[in-house]
């Protein structure tokens, strides 16, 4: 897809979110969908590979967060994987500063050469697991938000994010259909991480039926330091 073609449909999908955005932030988002593709044939960041399904389903959806995210904003980005949706906001916000963490080294290389070649300032790129990083004291409550998209059940998310986000700050988790049943399942997660769900929106990507969730949840008190508990744990022996 050249360009041209790229911007006009990113412009229609992004008024029907009432997203406002720049064309030479678009260009960015542009370079970034040739980087994803150049990089896919080397290795499996994504099944979503088609020009259109990437706006939506990768750009658009990152960016519908994009509204709760204040000037200056510190935000780590949890098992981020492709860049999403901590790329895009950066993208979208040049002022907030970011961290993409992720597990697997090869992703985090292709994130570096992401954030060289778009010149993205105010990113830092980590590779290693939630649990080990949010015992460190360089990043545990530190951030005013952490952010994930499709990386695990609420009850265990919680536990990935709660812990490096500042007291009164926010986790902020994008969700399919199942949120409902996932928020149900989270009570005694987010009693045991002294925290509060503070808003459910639901919403609808443009051309696709299936409905999504961004959950906002409002950290009240400091983390016990006994979470998160080993790498591993949270997945195996879920709160």
Same mark, same amino acid.
């Given at each position: 897809m050249e360009f041209?073609?790229?911007?006009?449909?990113?412009?229609?999908?992004a008024q029907k979110m009432q997203i406002q955005i720049e064309e030479? $932030?678009?260009?960015?988002?542009?370079?970034?969908?040739?980087? *994803? +593709?150049?990089?896919?044939?080397?290795?499996?960041? /994504?099944?979503? /590979?088609?020009?259109?399904e990437i706006i939506i389903k990768h750009f658009i959806d990152s960016l519908t967060i994009a509204s709760q995210i204040d000037k200056n904003t510190k935000i780590i980005d949890i098992g981020t994987g492709a860049g999403f949706p901590?790329?895009?906001?950066? *993208?979208?916000?040049?002022?907030?500063? *970011?961290t993409l963490l992720d597990?697997?080294?090869?992703?985090?290389?292709?994130? $570096?050469e992401v954030a060289d070649k778009l010149n993205l300032q105010?990113?830092?790129?980590?590779?290693?697991?939630?649990?080990?990083?949010? +015992?460190?004291?360089?990043?545990?409550?530190k951030y005013d938000i952490a952010v994930s998209r499709a990386v695990a059940?609420?009850?265990?998310?919680?536990?990935?994010?709660?812990?490096?986000? $500042?007291?009164?700050g926010n986790v902020i988790a994008m969700k399919g259909s199942n949120a409902t049943e996932e928020i149900n399942d989270s009570e005694k997660a987010l009693k045991q991480l002294n925290s509060t769900i503070e808003e459910t929106k639901k919403m609808y990507l443009p051309n696709e039926n299936g409905e999504?969730?961004?959950?906002?949840?409002?950290?009240?008190?400091?983390?016990p330091k006994v979470y998160p508990r080993k790498a591993g744990t949270p997945k195996k022996k879920p709160l």
């Open positions: 041209k073609e790229f911007l006009e449909e990113f412009k229609i999908m030479e $932030k678009i260009k960015k988002f542009y370079d970034y969908m040739l980087l *994803i +593709q150049e990089w896919n044939e080397k290795i499996n960041l /994504t099944a979503i /590979t088609e020009p259109k901590g790329i895009p906001l950066k *993208i979208y916000n040049d002022s907030i500063n *970011i597990s697997l080294n090869k992703r985090t290389l292709f994130l $570096k105010g990113v830092e790129i980590i590779h290693g697991r939630a649990e080990d990083f949010a +015992q460190d004291v360089k990043y545990r409550e059940p609420l009850n265990i998310l919680l536990e990935y994010l709660t812990p490096y986000v $500042k007291v009164n999504r969730y961004i959950i906002t949840i409002r950290k009240d008190k400091k983390t």
